[in-house]
């Protein structure tokens, strides 16, 4: 059993679209991460999200954590291929950190 | 401010045979995590360390991984031996400040790509 859900698991779209990406759980997190990692890379970090129903924009990505702080999503507007990515969310709901089940974007030209 | 380093970048082994990989957080970060990520998948906690002493070590498969982090600085992760179902990346991170503190924030090395053939 995965602590953090995320769907959907693969993704592929026309650049252009726009998507949605969700991670779940049943715990309650103080603050959720969302990292993306690229082929050959580590994950990097793109957001913190701390107080529920907070919403936070950067550029083209949209986050929100849950009122009730055990989901979050990332909404992606008019995607491009430098979108393509495996996005992760993360967080600690003690004292170890964890990641979610991941999705794998794929922006096709 | 120099990252995470990692070695060796990539690694293939037969089957029964051991690997070690190596990692240098940043400096002055007490937090240290050894992550195996199967492709397409979310990492796996396998080991947290606080300084020199474990914080967990629940998913590590300690019939055939170990790590250690004598120091408190950097660590080293070994897989003795190894099976096909190892193949990973074994992804290396550090943080300033424990897990769960307010603010904090991970930083990861490019991994060790390890292949059992």
């Known amino acids: 059993t995965q602590l953090l859900e995320q769907s959907p698991q693969f993704l592929s779209i026309q650049e252009g679209e726009n998507l949605t990406v969700y991670c779940n759980s049943s715990?309650?997190?103080?603050?959720l991460q969302w990292y993306r990692q690229e082929p050959g890379e580590g994950p990097v970090l793109l957001v913190t999200?701390?107080?529920?129903?907070e919403v936070k924009k950067l550029k083209r990505l949209t986050f929100q954590f849950g009122d009730a702080r055990k989901d979050s999503s990332l909404h992606i507007t008019a995607a491009q291929p430098g979108d393509t990515g495996l996005y992760l969310c993360?967080?600690?709901?003690?004292?170890?950190?964890?990641f979610g089940t991941g999705t794998s974007l794929t922006v096709i030209p | 401010e120099a990252g995470v380093a990692q070695s060796p970048r990539y690694k293939i082994i037969e089957k029964r045979q051991s690997v070690a990989f190596w990692c240098n957080p940043i400096?002055?970060?007490?937090?240290l995590y050894w992550y195996q990520q199967i492709l397409g998948q979310g990492p796996k906690l396998l080991i947290q360390?606080?300084?020199?002493?474990?914080?967990?070590d629940s998913q590590l498969p300690k019939d055939r991984f170990s790590a250690e982090r004598l120091k408190g600085v950097d660590s080293t992760l070994k897989i003795q031996p190894a099976k096909l179902e190892d193949s990973a990346v074994y992804l290396c991170?550090?943080?300033?400040?424990?897990?769960?503190?307010?603010?904090?924030?991970?930083?990861f090395g490019e991994g060790s790509w390890l292949t059992v053939v």
């Open positions: 991170a550090s943080s300033a400040r424990p897990t769960g503190t307010g603010g904090n924030t991970i930083y």
């Open positions: 715990s309650v997190f103080s603050s």
């Open positions: 999200v701390v107080t529920g129903g």
């Open positions: 993360a967080g600690a709901p003690g004292n170890q950190f964890y």
């Open positions: 400096s002055g970060h007490a937090t």
């Open positions: 360390f606080q300084n020199n002493g474990v914080v967990d």
